[in-house]
């Protein structure tokens, strides 16, 4: 027999209808048991309409073990079986979805932050929720582009028309289609997660998106998340569209921060009831100028919805802030005010963490997301933009406004390192050093579904440790680098700085004269300072162009290394004093280099001269001639375009003939340059 967490009196006739067949004496059993087990809340800190779904408490646990798509040890495995059930994790990573993974048997609970090391994530396909009794913690869904099949629905988290979900602490980005959409739901809760960078020009047969969600049901609570970097539907309430009974769409959404919307944001909420209270909206580098002031709800979507719309705080517009009805709201003309507004807000469980918007706004940022085991790069630098009111990357939709078209525009799925596993003898999910501290035995599997006093399992009591602790040190957090950054005159004794990262103790600095592969490291040093001054008795080569990155490390690891920035030296030939003219014949290294396909070339001649300057291929072969002809002494330059050449590295050669008042010198200067395409 399936237990419920039964809350409701239309989720009781919802699942009567359900067991109907069983006679009245089971339904009787399974009200008592759903209405003993609502108290008890889905784990510390749960809240609003779906804080007592119960999961998979006391049932199986299931280990992940592997990253596979499906077969034993995968987390697909673990879905697809049957009973009340918990899944952790004995590894960190990414795991590739070729299809759709469907949460579709009752009673299942997910816990990331049990995974060791960097976490988890899903790419490839949609996660779909199509169960009741759910709880998801601390997992990633990223799905990207990489599948065309089926595009238009592709969702990275998405779920209607179940009851008792709980989502807490995950992070949803780079969809096709909406990045969560959860409605049509009874007893959800959605708190404390991050959903980023939906993708504007990609797979979706409609054409561009670029979408938050669409959220609503029947006591719906969505708390405490972040929405940025979509064009709109931050959300778009769904409203009593597909339901008979409009009376009973009510949704809770409060102490939310959305941030760079495009020309739209929130809208829609057909006959539903909604309350929208102390939220932070932020304009951001995709915002319409005339989309910045009234977006806290666009309502003008009839039959219209019943709002509740109080102490939302409009970043830039204080008389919207003061009264968000005089500005806040688009699409309702003032005559139409009383069809849409209620004085008082709807009922809906009271949530401890409320607060102000402010509070909410700088709460959020600090913890919202998969921040357990640790914050990926891609949230932290989510947030970062966030809090900066900036963004970093773009596509068809504008460079630098935040809205991408692929995973690939930000750089794709970093690396979730993973760290060993604890030592857990029983397999039962509960480390055997934890169960000897709680008088456990390591060697019984039994008793990791025991229910204490405290009425949680002896896992769960083990999981929320997890989340709980304060001494949690993580590899440090990513940074920028601030200078110099695609400066050219730059010292051959630089200064560097870049910003602080997180957790970090030191920072790692290394340049090298080519970027990545191409490029060999010629210096490192670590510094416990955000700034670097190039040691007195080194130096690097003049008019050269140089790659430098940075990355922090602390006792537990070492953080993401920077993206290369690159910087050109100073020219650094000498010169006569009384002429002006250079004292010795040079040859500069390229610039840019890597180049596709022009770069420049610069050299000095102290004395008129019989110039010949030529490209060679690694093999030797003569592929170009630059110059070939007499010049008069002093700094020359010239253009060179490699159209019709291959990538690779090759050699320029100077040859200068003078006079040296004893007949002719030759002076020979090679150097070598990288065409990459």
Excluded: C
């Excluded at 069983?22 to 609502?38: D, I, K, N, Q, T």
């Excluded at 162009?545 to 070492?558: H, I």
């Amino acid at each position: 027999m399936k237990q419920f967490s039964i809350i409701s009196h239309r989720q009781i006739f919802k699942r009567a209808r359900k067991l109907a067949m069983l006679g009245f004496a089971v339904l009787l059993s399974v009200f008592m048991v759903g209405e003993s087990s609502a108290q008890q809340l889905a784990f510390p800190g749960a809240e609003g309409f779906g804080k007592y779904t119960s999961g998979g408490r006391g049932g199986e646990v299931y280990i992940v073990t592997n990253l596979d798509d499906s077969g034993p040890g995968s987390l697909r495995h673990g879905v697809e079986m049957e009973g009340a059930r918990t899944i952790v994790f004995a590894l960190s990573g990414t795991i590739e979805l070729r299809t759709d993974l469907k949460i579709d048997n009752d009673n299942i609970s997910i816990f990331g932050q049990t995974a060791p090391g960097d976490g988890i994530a899903l790419s490839g396909r949609s996660t779909v929720i199509d169960a009741d009794n759910v709880i998801i913690q601390y997992v990633r869904f990223r799905p990207g582009d990489i599948s065309t099949q089926d595009a238009d629905g592709l969702d990275a988290l998405w779920g209607r028309q179940n009851s008792d979900i709980m989502i807490d602490h995950v992070s949803m980005s780079w969809s096709v289609d909406e990045t969560g959409s959860f409605y049509d739901n009874e007893n959800f809760t959605l708190q404390w997660s991050i959903l980023s960078e939906s993708m504007y020009d990609s797979q979706h047969g409609k054409g561009t998106h670029g979408y938050g969600g669409i959220w609503g049901g029947a006591g719906a609570t969505f708390h405490h998340n972040l929405l940025a970097h979509h064009t709109s539907r931050n959300p778009r309430f769904n409203g009593a569209r597909y339901t008979t009974s409009p009376e009973t769409e009510l949704a809770d959404f409060r102490n939310n921060v959305i941030y760079n919307w495009g020309g739209n944001s929130s809208y829609g909420g057909e006959e539903g009831n909604y309350n929208m209270v102390a939220n932070y909206y932020k304009s951001g580098p995709a915002t319409d100028d005339g989309s910045k002031e009234h977006r806290i709800l666009d309502g003008g979507y009839g039959p219209f919805g019943k709002w509740y719309i109080e102490d939302n705080y409009v970043d830039g517009y204080p008389d919207v802030t003061a009264n968000n009805w005089d500005g806040g709201i688009q699409g309702v003309p003032s005559s139409f005010e009383d069809d849409l507004r209620v004085r008082e807000p709807f009922e809906a469980p009271e949530l401890e963490s409320f607060e102000t918007a402010e509070e909410a706004f700088e709460n959020v940022l600090a913890y919202a997301g998969a921040i357990l085991p640790r914050r990926d790069t891609v949230d932290a630098r989510v947030v970062m933009e966030t809090r900066t009111g900036t963004a970093t990357y773009g596509g068809v939709y504008g460079a630098g406004t935040g809205i991408i078209d692929s995973q690939e525009d930000v750089g794709g799925w970093p690396e979730l390192l993973s760290a060993p596993a604890p030592e857990d003898s029983d397999q039962d999910g509960i480390p055997d050093e934890w169960e000897t501290e709680n008088d456990l035995d390591p060697s019984n599997p039994n008793d990791s579904r025991q229910i204490t006093e405290n009425g949680y399992s002896n896992l769960e009591n083990y999981i929320h440790t997890i989340q709980a602790q304060s001494e949690f040190s993580p590899a440090p957090g990513t940074l920028s680098l601030l200078s110099p950054v695609g400066e050219t005159g730059i010292s051959i004794q630089p200064d560097f700085s870049w910003e602080s990262a997180s957790f970090a103790k030191e920072y790692q600095l290394q340049i090298r004269d080519g970027a990545g592969d191409f490029g060999t490291i010629i210096f490192e040093d670590t510094v416990e300072t955000t700034t670097y001054s190039f040691p007195e008795d080194s130096s690097l080569s003049g008019k050269s162009t140089y790659f430098w990155r940075v990355r922090g490390l602390n006792d537990s690891g070492e953080g993401l290394w920077t993206n290369y920035a690159f910087f050109e030296t100073e020219m650094t030939v000498s010169t006569d004093p009384v002429t002006g003219l250079p004292s010795a014949f040079a040859l500069q290294q390229n610039y840019p280099n890597p180049f596709n396909p022009t770069t420049n070339i610069e050299y000095a001649l102290p004395q008129s001269a019989r110039v010949d300057l030529a490209v060679y291929d690694l093999t030797g072969r003569k592929v170009a001639d630059l110059v070939q002809r007499n010049q008069q002494a002093g700094l020359h330059s010239v253009a060179f375009d490699a159209s019709n050449l291959s990538s690779g590295v090759y050699i320029y050669r100077l040859n200068a003939t003078a006079s040296n008042g004893s007949g002719e010198a030759v002076f020979n200067l090679t150097r070598k340059m990288t065409l990459i395409k």
